[in-house]
């Protein structure tokens, strides 16, 4: 919207029908890319449909002045959003707002108290021992991972989809040549490690006798598991505990096909990673992923690697899991401990991808749950009856008046209110699917308001038409004559309207945006309407004699407008004999 | 109605007009009082905020047999605070908890579901955390702020800096009406209250853009002419959008208070209520400043500058002038050149002035186009 200008060529003054069939067009257009869409009425927010709407807010970090920032929000949207349909809610959405909120919508049916506890807790990020990884489908029989995994430890090198590369430089630490026998089932990591008692690394091996029964059953889900699914793929992971193996799905490198896996007991946790970034190697031409560890983490690093990089594949690899799903299972050929690399077919995007991830693995931030609600389905529908209700009752009167005041006038008024109407209405509808716009409680609110901001517009013209007939003029002239004028007024006004809506959406969260987008468009709604709409249609009418002859019910009667034709009356004269109560 | 039309048409002509300039010095100083009655009341009794400013929970039973005091009593025997519990709608209960944790708001839907023999689906809740408020109330603030500074600047480029300054003073002034009213009538302070205070701006912009557009047209050769002074010319702006500001402020009153009324009647309190009435009471705030305060500023200031000093010197030597030679008569209009003295000795006592004058001002530009001195009516031809 511009300032006002002047001595614009006047729009629409010489071909209003062009105006006019061009707006029809595009209200035509738009009624029917609802119907193709299928969208017929507006997306519902989880106040008006019934649902769980949860507001976290990121906390800044001590020590992490800059840690809220796009990045780290739009990993944990992706974090959490993985979440909440991990609880097998269909549809829900996860938006950062503004700078450090995050608003998760959860459609009803849903149990909130649940959803709740999953969205705001820290996501899980574990690395994890590959025990057994297949094909993802349901594997016809099931057979027992130990046999699987006694291959001969030399085929594993360098055969592993994602190589791992970097020695770790100067630590002193790597291993001493590995001289474990690839016993079955991993259980050389025991003695792969001279000199360390990690209790972790005892528990590694699963097929502890003891354990045989849970084994089982990990066999079992195993041969079940179908990660093709996606129910199965979230849930199938669900309960599983650090210090238990899981099965767990995950994408191949390429990201075509998925992978089933048997992981052992988490080695390192994702808190134990203090940095990761994704890194160009310049001398190798391709995409890697750096890790540094804490100290204690490095430490536990290092042990899984030693153990690891004897195996056999697949059991060389290491599972990175988030939140249950394995993001990426490198292959170790090398111990490793404080620095490390992960070098594989990456693009940039997924180098980035993982590297957020695993610096981030312990969610990026750390969030509160600022407010909950829950709006039942029923109470929703009463609130969204009420505002329409609300709203009808308010366009009757604002109809009312104008009939009233403004009589034949009115018509124009009331056609351009309903050419707005179906404008909002189909913008509305087709924004849900496009950008996921939501029609909430405020926006209803934000919709009836702008049936006043939309009027006022009409009024600015109308009383400017009329001012021009009080001087005396005929009806076609003063509409051509307000016009410039009222449009420089309806300009500036849905200017600063416009301005209002803008610095409201932009600023606020949650609700408060409903109603900001809704009067941001119902503005600029406006000016498309009066300009293509409510002035030619003002044209054209202005030629038709119920108009231009000034009748009594037209609106524009001179009379009683105060103009009188012979255009040389004296004020005075006319002043006593009119208006005998003048002051 | 028709009563109405003519009344428009006696305020564009300037037949009829308040002297709204005239007078601006009482009205400044009701506006001070009620600032001062504004702010002693926030003082004094303060805000009363909603639990989405201080943490809590607020509960919806759309249906229950419940009565109010029972609720009271479960909310009490959970929590251990007072709740306060109003009824809705027909057989509904909306019982409203401060300071507790969500964690203890997870009981008490629970308690009350039990209690109240409800599904806990069927119960709407709403659980702040305490430091949403005050993330709410920042950015309230800083949208406050930011879109302060930018109508500023958009108002002082599309008009000039001293509209920009009296619309800012008007828009303060609406603020501090809005919030002097909550706080005097104690209505509870929630988002939607924040929104539509926020909304309010927009809107009573609008109106005050409305009749600073009209001045501006108005005033645009005052210095080519001996007759109006600024202050006048302002007069008559307000005035002749009188109708126009009216017919705004009444077609944006009644939706918001069919929302008021009518929806927020049906529903009891709710975020319907809460945006309509700060809106309601915002909007009434809003007209009233771009008439009374905003624009008589802007006279004020104006009438300071130079050209302007210089202007009214000039038409006040003129008229007096005009007074000492015709003084007895209005028929000395015909004897004078380009008619002033008469418009003033007549127009002067009933507050008149300024209407007349900008159609007379305007005509001067064309004098060849009026018929004898008195055509006003007619003259605003170009």
Known sequence: ???????????????????????????????????????????????????????????????????????????????????????????????????????????????????????????????RPVLKQEVGAKSPDPSPSPSESGKDKDSGKDDGKKDDGKKDEGSGEKATDPSASATPQGRAVTDGLKDEKDPKASETPKPDPSASAAADKLNKDFAALDCSNEKTRTKVSENAKPEDPMVACGKSSDGKTWLKYILGPAAVEGKDVTQSKAVFDQQRGIWIVTLKFSDGGAKKFSDITTKLKTQSPPMNQFGIVLDGDVVSAPSVSTTLDANAEISGSFTQQSADDLANILSFGAL?????????????????????????????????????????????????ALLSLL????????????????????????????????????????????????????????????????????????????????????????????????????????????????????????????????????HKWSGLDPKRLGAKPPLRRSRRATAPVDHPKEA | MSKLGNLGARLYRGEVGYDFIGKRKMWYGVSILITITAIVALAVQGLNMGIEFKGGAVYTIPKTTATADQARDVAKDVTGHEAIVQKVGKDGLRIQIGGISPTQADKVSEKLADEFKVDVKDINAEKVGPSWGEQIAKKAWTGLAVFLVLCVIYLAIAFEWRMAIAALVALIHDITITVGVYALVGFEVTPGTVIGLLTILGYSLYDTVVVFDSLK???????????????????????????????????????????????????????????????????????????????????????????????????????????????????????????????????????????????????????QSRGRGRGRPSGKRR
């Open chain 1, 364 to 412: 990026p931030l750390s969030f509160d749950v600022q407010s909950v609600q829950t709006v039942t389905a029923a109470m929703g529908g009463d609130q969204l009856e009420a505002g329409l209700i609300a709203g009808a009752i308010g366009l009757a009167l604002v109809i009312i008046y104008l009939v009233l005041y403004y009589r034949g006038l009115s018509l124009i």
């Open chain 1, 419 to 550: 050419a707005s109407a179906v404008l909002t209405y189909a913008l509305m509808t087709l924004l849900g699917p496009a950008i996921g716009f939501a029609l909430n409680l405020p926006a209803v609110c934000g919709a009836i308001v702008a049936i006043g901001i939309t009027a006022d517009s009409f009024i600015v013209y109308f009383e400017r038409v009329r001012d021009e007939v009080r001087e005396g003029r005929t009806l076609r002239p003063a509409v051509e004559r307000a016009w410039p004028r009222a449009r420089r007024t309806i300009l500036v006004s849905d200017f600063v309207s416009f301005l209002a809506a803008a610095v409201l959406y932009i600023v606020t969260v949650g609700k408060v945006q409903g109603f900001a987008f809704t009067l941001g468009l119902t503005t600029l709604l406006d000016v498309v309407v009066v300009f293509l709409f409510t002035k030619p249609l003002m044209t054209i009418l202005a030629r038709k004699k119920f108009f231009a002859n000034g």
């Open chain 1, 1 to 127: 919207m511009a300032a006002p200008k002047k001595g614009r060529p006047q729009g629409g003054q010489g071909r209003p029908g062009r105006s006019l069939a061009f707006i029809l067009i595009v209200m035509v257009a738009l009624t029917g890319g609802m119907f193709l869409s299928g969208h017929t009425t507006p997306r519902l927010g989880i106040d008006l449909a019934g649902g769980t709407s949860i507001t976290l807010q990121a906390k800044s970090q001590p020590g992490k002045p800059n840690a809220v920032n796009k990045a780290n929000m739009d990993t944990a949207v992706n974090i959490i959003e993985r979440r909440v349909n991990g609880l097998g809610v269909s549809e829900a959405e996860v938006q950062t707002q503004g700078d450090d909120n995050i608003v998760v919508n959860i459609p009803k049916g849903t149990n909130e108290k649940q959803a709740r506890e999953q969205v705001g807790s820290t996501a899980q990020l574990y690395f």
């Open chain 2, 217 to 367: 047209e108005q005033a645009k050769d005052i210095t080519k002419q001996t007759r109006w002074t600024y202050s006048e010319v302002a007069n008559r702006s307000i005035n002749s959008t009188l109708v126009r500001s009216i017919n705004t402020t009444v077609v944006a009153l009644l939706p918001v208070a069919g929302l008021l009324f009518i929806g927020g009647g049906v529903l009891g309190a709710g975020m319907l209520n809460d945006i309509s009435l700060s809106l309601f009471v915002g909007l009434a705030a809003g007209a009233y400043s771009s008439i009374f305060i905003a624009t008589p500023l802007v006279a004020d200031l104006k009438e300071r500058e130079p050209q302007m000093k210089a202007l009214k010197k000039r038409i006040l030597t003129k008229r007096a002038a005009a007074a000492a030679k015709g003084d007895s008569a209005e028929g000395g209009q015909t004897s004078f050149e380009k008619d002033e003295p008469q418009d003033t000795v007549e127009d002067d006592e009933d507050g008149e002035t300024a209407g007349a004058g900008s159609v007379v001002g305007q005509r001067r530009t064309q004098p």
